[in-house]
């Protein structure tokens, strides 16, 4: 049976792409926190994953205001780079795993989640910024990859409590498959930051390691965040972690921590990574 052997959460911020893109992950300022992701590159060779299930949000490159899915599943066979306005990052194509992600999609529909399956989409940098972060550069990505993107842009944005129980769903998916595949699960967003108003370039380096803390724990209380307590202490951003709760809900109750860490600034957001393995 396939199975979920490890859960990695991690920042998606587009100026790590764009350092990555551009020699810069060395320098004074971006290779403190690139030198937090060095472990877990060479973790992921040893790993070999089959496929990762990345949890990431939309920047209005697939889905605009058209269109607002709260869940949805990418079960295509290859999504190319999106172009965010100053043309596509030069990564390799995501290259899917229909047959699973089909599987996940009809699972969880049967499972009482409403996914809306897509087919055909770009990906932004919510999802290629991990990919360059775990991977570093790549002729091909070294895994195949089911895009699940969470709207965390306009509200409402779904539940802790809901994303929590929606990982625990996808585990149950990921289980019921047949075929022998080592498969992980990425939450990816945050942490703490706010992008406009009186409160731009908010960050809370207690708030956010409070909540690493609570995803190491052996409970669920994390799940029970209300959306104000995101708001308040984290900023207008900050509610993208409740994509994180996706990655913990999928690895049962008890987990072991691999790797942890967190770096502030990157621009103007807290950068907050975590490498989690299931405990049976």
């Not at 049976?1 to 991690?10: D, E, F, L, N, P």
């Not at 190491?216 to 994390?222: I, L």
């Not at 072991?256 to 502030?264: A, P, V």
Request: aromatic content about 8%; some cysteine; glycine content about 8%.
């Amino acid at each position: 049976m396939a199975r979920i052997t490890a859960g990695v959460a991690s920042s998606h911020v587009p100026l790590l792409g764009v350092a990555h893109d551009q020699g810069k992950e060395r320098d004074d300022y971006f290779g403190p926190i690139f030198a937090g992701y060095d472990w877990t590159r060479e973790w992921e060779k040893a790993q070999q994953p089959d496929v990762v299930i990345l949890i990431y949000n939309d920047h209005a490159s697939a889905f605009d205001m058209k269109i607002i899915p709260t869940f949805a599943i990418g079960c295509g066979e290859r999504y190319k780079p999106a172009d965010e306005g100053w043309g596509p990052r030069p990564v390799p194509d995501v290259i899917g795993h229909p047959d699973l992600a089909w599987h996940i999609a009809q699972s969880l529909i049967l499972d009482e989640f409403d996914m809306t399956i897509i087919n055909e989409m770009d990906v932004d940098h919510g999802l290629t910024v991990p990919l360059s972060m775990m991977f570093g550069k790549c002729e091909a990505w070294p895994t195949t990859v089911i895009p699940l993107a969470v709207n965390v842009v306009t509200y409402p944005p779904p539940s802790g409590n809901r994303c929590w129980a929606l990982g625990e769903a996808i585990a149950r998916a990921v289980a019921s498959f047949p075929e022998d595949l080592n498969v992980q699960i990425w939450g990816t967003g945050g942490m703490s930051h706010q992008l406009q108003g009186p409160r731009a370039g908010l960050l809370n380096r207690e708030w956010d390691n409070r909540f690493l803390d609570m995803l190491e724990a052996d409970d669920d209380a994390a799940r029970h965040i209300p959306h104000i307590e995101y708001l308040r202490e984290t900023g207008s951003e900050g509610i993208e972690m409740v994509m994180w709760l996706i990655m913990r809900g999928a690895l049962g109750k008890s987990v072991k921590t691999l790797h942890r860490h967190y770096h502030i600034p990157c621009s103007n957001t807290a950068i907050g990574h975590l490498v989690l393995e299931p405990q049976t």
